[in-house]
């Protein structure tokens, strides 16, 4: 379920009434009664909740799946009825999603009425700084002129928020570091369609950062879109670089400018990236990890190893393959 200090919650809803208007085939008359309260990431979906499976590439969300209902295209809807599920089956299932989505859950509104926020007595507050309600500001942190802080947000202690900051939706810890035009719990970039038109997902999920966590300059860090988006103690992220929605990253691990990380990644710890690098959507990237710079990764890396290149590949390849290309020319010459 989405955090209830960032959004308003509705429902519950029929399944009848979260149905209505989209092109779903309805399940079997009685189901149609059955109340829905939430929505959720299939695997760690409970009863009562709605989730989506669109492609069989993630069936085994449905080892821990515990969802009433869940919208399916015709592939995948027999394995769901399996696990006592009920299947919506639709040719657009995370289009139908967002749809559905909408009707549970709104962004709570920015706010400068500060009375319900709690804001420590040692906390240094630039007097141009937004501070929204429930917001919780800790011991000796500092946030600085211009800066935003959403509804419910909490910075630990010591933290420092430079100017022009925004933050929503996130939880910071103790002793981190937010520099200048950072954009923290951003809404993340995914878009579907169905036989309506063109819909944007709804972000629903949160930021989660460890403690003495450093973010560059103009770096975003996009909130989860089911979940959260999550960097553990120590982490050090550069200028200008993009982590989308519902990417991990280790203890210890570091980001060079640039860098973009496609949505649910996982990186794991003491990982090293050059400027530049980017990472495709939903890749696992092991412990102590090195990426050179300008690195495109389409592949998951194991623990300790050292990748280069476009597409990327352990750099010993990478290295064979340039020094086998050179005499190739030399020969042509």
């Known amino acids: 379920m989405s955090d209830n200090r960032f959004y308003d919650l509705r429902g519950p809803f029929t399944l009848a009434e979260l149905i209505s208007g989209l092109d779903i085939l309805p399940p079997d008359t009685p189901f149609l009664d059955e109340k829905i309260s939430g929505i959720a990431d299939l695997s760690a979906s409970l009863p009562g909740q709605i989730s989506f499976l669109s492609s069989k590439k993630y069936k085994s969300d449905l080892n821990t799946a515990k969802a009433t209902a869940c919208l399916v295209n015709e592939n995948v809807a027999s394995l769901v009825g399996d696990e006592h599920i009920v299947p919506l089956i639709t040719k657009t299932p995370r289009a139908h999603f967002a749809r ?8 709570k509104p920015l706010s400068q009425e500060t ?12 007097e141009t700084a937004i501070i929204s309600d429930g917001a919780i500001i800790s011991d000796n942190a500092t946030i600085g002129p211009y800066a935003l802080i959403g509804p419910g947000v909490t910075i630990g202690a010591r933290t420092i928020i430079e100017g022009h900051v925004s933050i929503e939706c996130s ?14 719990g951003t809404e993340g970039f995914g878009m579907d369609g169905d036989e309506t038109g063109i819909v944007a997902l709804p972000h629903t999920g949160t930021v989660i950062m460890g403690d003495r966590v450093q973010i560059g300059c103009n770096t975003t860090v996009d909130r989860g879109f089911l979940g ?14 993009q982590i989308a929605h519902n990417v991990s990253i280790g203890a210890g691990s570091m980001l060079a400018g640039r860098v973009g990380i496609s949505g649910s990644c996982k990186i794991g710890q003491n990982v090293m990236m050059g400027g530049a690098v980017g990472l495709a959507d939903h890749l696992t990237i ?7 710079a300008a690195a495109g990764v389409m592949h998951n890396i194991p623990d300790g190893e050292v990748w280069s290149g476009v597409p990327a590949m352990p750099i010993r390849d990478h290295m064979r393959l340039i020094s086998a290309t050179r005499k190739l020319i030399q020969k042509k010459k």
Not at 171 to 184: E, L, P, W, Y
Not at 286 to 292: E, L, R, T
Request: glycine content about 8%.
């Open 100 to 107: 559905i989505v909408s009707k549970f859950v709104a962004k």
């Open 228 to 241: 959260a988006t999550r960097m553990a103690d120590d982490v050090k992220i550069d200028n200008l670089v």
């Open 171 to 184: 939880d910071v810890g103790s002793d981190c570091v937010i520099k200048s035009g950072a954009k923290i």
């Open 286 to 292: 092991g412990d102590n990890v090195q990426i050179a």
């Open 115 to 126: 009375g319900s926020a709690s804001i420590a007595r040692s906390a240094n507050i630039h």
